[in-house]
């Protein structure tokens, strides 16, 4: 008897950094969805990168939710799997060995700039977006080579940029080559952002040598062979930047499927921190599985 086979990979990232609420639900369901439709396989990733704000209570706290949620990954830091370790605070070896390309091709540079500098640089930080567009103030330092480790400075990404007038930013150098990333998303279509105006010079790596987030999730989702990305909308500036990553890494970029995000009852974004729509409030006032998924599907 043959059995259909599929390739398609999707994965579940939360990080432990506080209980999951109803806002992932709807994500996580998608992504479970999409898996299971296309016979493949779902990878739960802890992203418990940032030392000084995940928990491994969280972690615990998430995977028991969302099995009770029934959501089945048959990869993950619970169950082991061929691509493993499955949380993130144990794969820095994938992390560095990126990050050493990316000194070796002079693709990234140091950065000594202090919050101070970057709070009084005209850029003000992007409307659903964490990081400011970068001024450029290193971008021309060329002594990447010389530093055996990453600690102790910011690493940016020098994205190409340049000769795009592009409003207040300040990051446009007219004969640098410039180059919009454009992508299908499976669900909102397609997509385009111009680097120096959506997104600036990014962080690779902190000065407190915590890898940052995009160089990480896009190091994991290659090294576990994911082949569709689902996640909340508010990431798609993310993905812009992951495919210059994705790109210079020479890795194969994966398909992206971004859902809307859930908003509360004055439209604005649900916040994280809500804990009376934490997925552990709603099941211990008494909220069966259907009954918390009713209420993700129609937030
Ligand atoms: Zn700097």
Redesign the pocket.
Known sequence: MCFPVSAYRGRLAPSPTGLLHIGHVRTFRVAAQRAKEHQGTLVLRNEDLDPQRSRPEFARAMIEDLRWLGIDWTEGPDVGGPYGPYSQSERREHYLAAWRRLRDGGFIYP???SRK?LAQSASAPNEGDDEPI?PG??RGRTDAASFIKPAGV?WRFRVPYGGIRCGAAILTRPGEPSEAVTFIDSNLGPQSYIPGCDFGDFLVWRRDDVPAYQLAVVVDDAAMRITEVVRGADLLKSTARQLFLIRTLEYPAPAYFHCDLVRDATGGRLAKRHDSLSIRHLRESGHTPGQVNEIAVHA
């Open positions: 950065c000594t700039c500098d970068y103030h290193c910011n």
